[in-house]
């Protein structure tokens, strides 16, 4: 992976877990220790799932370039069926909070969606290389 995939995927995580946190701890005010462990299991879901789907999206935007844009599509997809599915296995648990979980999943995947659109703005990427012209002369 190189420097600036691993800078993506930090500037992504990082606000993802400051929010998980968060969350925890106004899941701990309201809902007790099962919000607690509810929002915490909510939001290493969101990086988890979101971290390796970036991976995937990476590497395959280096190796095979051309299916890039239908990748990330059916990427997204598969991460939204995936929460879905997790959220209809855990739907009656008695472990956590199940509201603290889903509005934990909720917000660090928004949380994660906007990082994500900031660090793609910030990134120095070339469009065009440097010193190449049109023409060989």
Not at 26 to 31: E, K, N
Not at 81 to 95: E, G, M, S, W
Not at 119 to 129: D, S
Request: net charge positive; hydrophobic share 60%; proline share 2%.
């Amino acid at each position: 992976m190189q420097s600036n995939d691993v800078r993506n995927l930090v500037s992504c995580a990082v606000p993802t877990a400051a929010a998980g946190v968060a969350a925890a701890v106004i899941s701990g005010v309201l809902a007790g220790g099962k919000g607690v462990i509810g929002a915490i299991f909510g939001a290493v879901l969101v990086i988890a799932f979101m971290g390796i789907g970036l991976v995937v999206l990476q590497r395959t935007a280096k190796s095979l370039p051309q299916l890039f844009q239908a990748m990330g599509l059916m990427l997204y997809t598969t991460q939204i069926l995936l929460l879905a599915i997790f959220l209809a296995v855990f739907k009656h648990t008695t472990l956590f909070s199940t509201k603290a979980f889903a509005f934990t999943l909720v917000a660090s995947t928004l949380v994660w969606i906007a990082a994500q659109a900031r660090a793609h703005m910030k990134a120095k990427i070339l469009y065009v290389e440097p010193g190449s012209s049109g023409s060989a002369s």
